[in-house]
């Protein structure tokens, strides 16, 4: 039960708080412009006046609720997706681009992965595999610490002559946090001083036994350069995809999760987003973070526009009103109103956390949670 002065709201009703004093002596309450009553008097007050009622609550702008589950009936199967993780030059760029068929390190400038990008593959059977090529762990740390939790599978890159170093072990705390199935993909197995043997051993020091240790996480041994085994590691992420049984509803408006976002010289701010539920469509209006837009334009990771993008697809986004941060979530409401309203809330409750939260780094927040 919210309480307000008077004062406060005769300012709000654009009437004197003297008139509001009278009228409140006339359904039997004393009260001073200075003192506080409680909403529904607040409301017969404001029905008094003739002016209209617009309660703006929680539950209004709050579009984010727990309770908001599609019903089993609606859901049907969506794509897995798979984020690749692993230490520096341990090639999962490489990997990424053996499985694609395309070349995208050669464009890359130093080689060293500068963006999250987001592509899906087909596989011979037709299925449909969303991979996420992440440019350290800072990505999938901070969108997790924000509740967006996008990955349903990792594949884990350990370099096959290189071993287990800082970033794999990270790695492996993040997914093991996260509680997201692992692959294990021993890489560069073509190289001289290959040892999968040592990889597999050391993985035990950190619980990750693989199946060639009689354990349950897959592994598999690949050389992304030679293109060796790739098949064997599709197969295993659709097996794994298939333990998880994942599914999302299609046809409502849609929710997505940010994975990256940039101002663009010529095109504005543009966001990568990944659908999670929904089907997002050219001329939607959404909410994402605390700004608002309009779908001018999709463009997939082949560079073609569809009008439509599904669970699971990632597609880029143009048409928004500022950038957004990774982990934000996109929502697609009524109309540009609702989405001024939504953005104005998520702005606030953003403003409000800032002030009530000491300072944490994400680290820290992981070092807790785990
Ligand atoms: P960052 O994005 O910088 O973390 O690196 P990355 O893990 O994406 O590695 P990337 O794919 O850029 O590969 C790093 C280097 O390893 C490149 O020079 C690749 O050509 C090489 N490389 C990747 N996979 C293989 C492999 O299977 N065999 C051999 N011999 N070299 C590989
Ligand atoms: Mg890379």
């Known amino acids: 039960?919210?309480?307000?002065?008077?004062?406060?709201?005769?300012?709000?009703?654009?009437?004197?708080?003297?008139?509001?004093?009278?009228?409140?002596?006339?359904?039997?309450?004393?009260?001073?412009?200075?003192?506080?009553?409680?909403?529904?008097?607040?409301?017969?007050?404001?029905?008094?006046?003739?002016?209209?009622?617009?309660?703006?609550?929680?539950?209004?702008?709050?579009?984010?609720?727990?309770?908001?589950?599609?019903?089993?009936?609606?859901?049907?199967?969506?794509?897995?997706?798979?984020?690749?993780?692993?230490?520096?030059?341990?090639?999962?760029?490489?990997?990424?681009?053996?499985?694609?068929?395309?070349?995208?390190v050669a464009g890359e400038a130093g080689g060293i992965t500068q963006h999250i990008g987001a592509y899906q593959v087909k596989m011979k059977n037709g299925d449909k595999v969303t991979f996420l090529d992440t440019p350290g762990h800072e990505a999938f740390t901070s969108m997790r610490s924000r509740g967006a939790n996008v990955t349903d599978i990792v594949i884990l890159v350990v370099a096959a002559d290189d071993g287990l170093m800082p970033q794999t072990i990270e790695a492996i705390n993040h997914t093991k946090a996260a509680e997201v199935p692992m692959i294990?993909?021993?890489?560069?197995?073509?190289?001289?001083?290959?040892?999968?043997?040592?990889?597999?051993?050391?993985?035990l020091e950190h619980e990750v036994i693989v199946e060639e240790m009689s354990g349950d996480v897959q592994d598999v041994e690949v050389s992304a350069l030679k293109k060796t085994n790739l098949d064997e590691l599709m197969e295993k992420i659709h097996l794994q995809a298939e333990l998880l049984e994942l599914k999302a509803r299609p046809d409502?408006?849609?929710?997505?999760?940010?994975?990256?976002?940039?101002?663009?010289?010529?095109?504005?701010?543009v966001a990568t987003v990944l659908v999670q539920r929904g089907t997002l469509k050219r001329g939607d209006v959404f909410v994402v973070g605390s700004q608002t837009g309009k779908?001018?334009?999709?463009?997939?990771?082949?560079?073609?526009?569809?009008?439509?993008?599904?669970?699971?697809?990632?597609?880029?986004?143009?048409?928004?009103s500022g950038v957004p941060s990774a982990g934000d979530k996109l929502t697609v409401v009524e109309n540009e109103a609702r989405a001024r309203e939504v953005a104005a809330y998520r702005a606030e409750q953003e403003k409000l956390q800032r002030t009530t939260q000491a300072p944490t780094s994400l680290e820290n927040m992981f070092s807790a949670a785990a």
């Open 184 to 203: 294990v993909a021993i890489n560069k197995i073509d190289k001289e001083g290959a040892d999968p043997t040592q990889v597999r051993t050391r993985l």
């Open 295 to 320: 779908v001018r334009a999709m463009i997939d990771d082949k560079g073609a526009q569809p009008k439509e993008a599904g669970p699971s697809v990632p597609v880029e986004v143009l048409g928004l």
């Open 1 to 104: 039960p919210e309480a307000i002065t008077v004062q406060e709201l005769s300012k709000r009703m654009g009437e004197k708080g003297a008139d509001l004093v009278k009228s409140l002596f006339n359904m039997g309450s004393m009260v001073t412009v200075n003192q506080t009553i409680d909403q529904d008097t607040a409301e017969l007050l404001v029905e008094e006046f003739g002016h209209r009622i617009q309660r703006v609550s929680e539950s209004d702008v709050e579009i984010d609720t727990e309770a908001d589950v599609d019903p089993e009936e609606t859901l049907k199967p969506r794509p897995p997706v798979v984020t690749i993780m692993g230490h520096v030059d341990h090639g999962k760029t490489s990997l990424l681009d053996a499985l694609r068929g395309t070349d995208v």
């Open 252 to 269: 409502r408006a849609a929710e997505a999760i940010v994975v990256e976002a940039k101002l663009d010289k010529g095109r504005g701010p």
